[in-house]
C-alpha cells in the first residue's frame, strides 16, 4: 500500500517560490500511478493543482498552470510541487495524492492522500 | 472547465437519520465522479468512485448512485463517526474539479 509524506517549509514570502516534495512508501515513484497535488484554503474548499506519471507526462489546472512545476525524482522516490510568484492567495493546506492505474481503469481518482502540509503565504 | 455544484452546503441531522447529498456537473461526465469525506485537520477520504463503486474498507452504510450530470451520495443511517464535509469529484475531464463540499452536522 502506496503512502505519501509532505514536507517543506510552511511560511513563504510574497513573490517567492513555494516548493514541496511528497516522498513515496510502498512502492517505487515509477510505479503505475499518477501523482498529484491538491490544496485547500483555510476554511475552504479542495483545489486540484496537477499531476505527473513517471515518464514525466504531467496534466496541470489552467488556473495555476503559468506558475505550477510538477516534477519526479526517481533517486529519492518523490514527487515535488514549485509554485512560483507567490500570494496571500497561496495559503493553504497542500495535500499529494495518487491514483493507481488499476484505481483509473475502474473510473476513479486520488484513492490515496498524504496527511497534508500547511503554507503560509506572508513577509 | 466542468463545474461541480454540490447541495446542500450543510445540514444538520441526527444519528441514524438518512442523509442525501446531491453533485451537478456541468456538463454529463458519464460516470467519473468519487466522493470523498474529510474530517477537520485531516485528508480527504475515498467512499465512492466511478459513481457507485464503494472503496475497499468503507462501510456499506455509505451508497452513491448517478450518471450524466446528476449524482447523490447517501449515508444510509448516520452515525457520530459520520458527522463530516463530504466532497465530490469529477475525473472525467482536466482539470479535476471538486465540488464545494457539504458540512454534516448534528443536530
Known amino acids: 500500500q502506496v503512502q505519501l509524506q509532505e514536507s517543506g517549509p510552511g511560511l513563504v514570502k510574497p513573490s517567492e517560490t513555494l516548493s514541496l516534495t511528497c516522498a513515496v512508501s510502498g512502492d517505487s515513484i515509477s510505479g503505475s500511478y499518477w501523482w498529484s497535488w491538491v490544496r485547500q484554503p483555510p476554511g475552504q474548499g479542495l483545489e486540484w493543482i496537477g499531476e505527473i506519471f513517471h515518464s514525466g507526462s504531467t496534466n496541470y489546472n489552467p488556473s495555476l498552470k503559468s506558475r505550477v512545476t510538477i516534477s519526479v525524482d526517481k533517486s529519492k522516490n518523490l514527487f515535488s510541487l514549485k509554485l512560483n510568484s507567490v500570494a496571500a492567495a497561496d495559503t493553504a493546506v497542500y495535500f499529494c495524492?495518487?491514483?493507481?492505474?488499476?484505481?483509473?481503469?475502474?473510473?476513479?481518482?486520488?484513492?490515496?492522500w498524504g496527511q497534508g502540509t500547511m503554507v503560509t503565504v506572508s513577509s | 472547465a466542468i463545474q461541480m455544484t454540490q447541495s446542500p452546503s450543510s445540514l444538520s441531522a441526527s444519528v441514524g437519520d438518512r442523509v442525501t447529498i446531491t453533485c451537478r456537473a456541468s456538463q454529463g461526465i458519464r460516470n467519473d465522479l468519487g466522493w470523498y469525506q474529510q474530517k477537520p485537520g485531516k485528508a480527504p477520504k475515498l467512499l465512492i468512485y466511478a459513481a457507485s463503486s464503494l472503496q475497499s474498507g468503507v462501510p456499506s452504510k455509505f451508497s452513491g448512485s448517478g450518471s450524466g450530470t446528476d449524482f447523490t451520495l447517501t449515508i444510509s443511517s448516520l452515525q457520530p463517526e459520520d458527522f463530516a464535509t463530504y466532497y465530490c469529484?469529477?475525473?472525467?475531464?482536466?482539470?479535476?474539479?471538486f465540488g464545494g463540499g457539504t458540512k454534516v452536522e448534528i443536530k
Open positions: 469529484l469529477q475525473d472525467f475531464s482536466y482539470p479535476l474539479t
Open positions: 495524492a495518487s491514483t493507481s492505474v488499476e484505481m483509473t481503469a475502474r473510473g476513479g481518482a486520488l484513492d490515496i
